[in-house]
Structures are given as C-alpha cells and as structure tokens.
C-alpha cells in the first residue's frame, strides 16, 4: 500500500496574525488613527439623524466624555511639566548653596589680593561665569537701602549722613536666582540719628 506524500513532507507551522486594535498607541500614547479594515468612524451630526432621542442622549454623554478627558489630560500634562521645572530649579538652587562657601573663600582672597596673578584668578572667574549662566546675581551694595528682605542687619550704626537705614558695609555677600532668594546679604547699617527728645 503506497504511503501518502502529505505524511512524508514535513508539516509547515501556520504562522500566527496579532492585529493590535487599541485605540491608544502603547508606546507614544497617542490616538491611533482609525484602522484600515473597516473599523467605525466616529459619528457626524447627519449620522445622529437615524438615532433614537435615548441614543443622541448617550452619544452626547461619551462626546463630553472624551472632551473632558482631552482637557484632563492637557492639565496633567502641564502640571507635569511645571513640576519638571521647579524641581530643576530647586536642584540648581541646592547646587548653588552648596558652593557658596567655596565662592565665599574665592571672594576674600580676592579681596586680599591673594588671587591676582594666580591659577586661581581664572578658577573665580571661570565660577562665576558659571553661576552667572543660571542667572545668579550678587545681593548686597554699600550705599543702597536697607532691605530686609535681601539683607540681614549685623550691626546698626546711627549716622547723621543718612535719612534712611542704608547699607554702610557689606559683611557676607548674598545672592539671588532669579527672583529668589538664595542667601541674603549679611551688612552693617547706618541709621538715621533720632532726635533728643527734649
């Protein structure tokens, strides 16, 4: 008896289809367009024609649905971005006050006179430059108005030269980013004499 030629040829695997149908893309989270084998569009005013009142009702119900997702989703979007952002800024800022002293000790040898001509008057400079980028700036002048809210008073000194408390000497330099405080300027203030009360 002749044996069959299926039996002798070896059996193909038939090969596995996945149609992915969702809706949302997997990896970039956007909507898919609708698929070309058929799947529905969604439905115009002229299609809500051949509906019942209960199924316009539901229709309308999913439209606001989605609408309000839509709009749920914009707001957590830029939430998340806000939140991206004031969490870069805080790092800088705790960056920043964590070199402060280093900056500190740069500015009184610079004042000493003991970075002139050195490596190191390169090395202030090139720090500076550096925090200047993120937009830092120095708080604190001789001769501007005192300012509690950048400056804190060491010393107040009365003077007859001012009508208002004024810087007379800058302590410890102090620095903002941006509008925020970072560190506030430690100075010496002259302050107006008061009159004897007689």
């Keep these: 008896m002749a044996k069959h030629k299926k039996d002798d040829e070896p059996q193909e695997p038939e090969e596995t289809v996945v149609n992915d149908k969702r ?3 997997p990896e970039t989270g956007e909507l898919r367009s609708p698929s070309p084998e058929g799947e529905p569009e969604p439905l115009g005013e002229e299609d809500l024609s051949i509906l019942d009142e209960a199924e316009r009702d539901l229709v309308s119900e999913y439209r606001e649905r989605a609408a309000r997702a839509e709009a749920e989703l914009a707001n957590f979007r830029s939430r998340v971005e806000r939140d991206r952002q004031t969490n870069r800024e805080a790092i ?3 960056v ?9 000790d740069l500015d009184r040898a610079e004042s000493h006179g003991d970075l002139a001509g050195t490596p190191l008057e390169l090395v202030a400079q090139k ?9 830092m700036a120095p708080v604190g002048q001789v001769g501007e108005e005192f300012d509690p809210a950048i400056h ?4 107040h000194m009365p003077s007859d030269d001012v009508q208002v408390d004024t810087v007379a000497d800058v302590i410890e330099v102090g620095y903002q980013l941006g ?3 970072i560190r506030p300027a430690k100075v010496a203030v002259h302050s107006p004499k008061q009159a004897d009360a007689e």
Excluded at 96 to 104: V, Y
Excluded at 127 to 135: A, N
């Design 152 to 155: 804190e008073a060491m010393v």
């Design 179 to 181: 509008e925020k405080l």
């Design 96 to 104: 920043i006050r964590s070199l402060l002293p280093a900056l500190d």
């Design 23 to 25: 809706r949302i893309d």
């Design 127 to 135: 720090v500076r430059q550096s925090f200047e980028r993120y937009g």
């Design 92 to 94: 800088i800022v705790e």
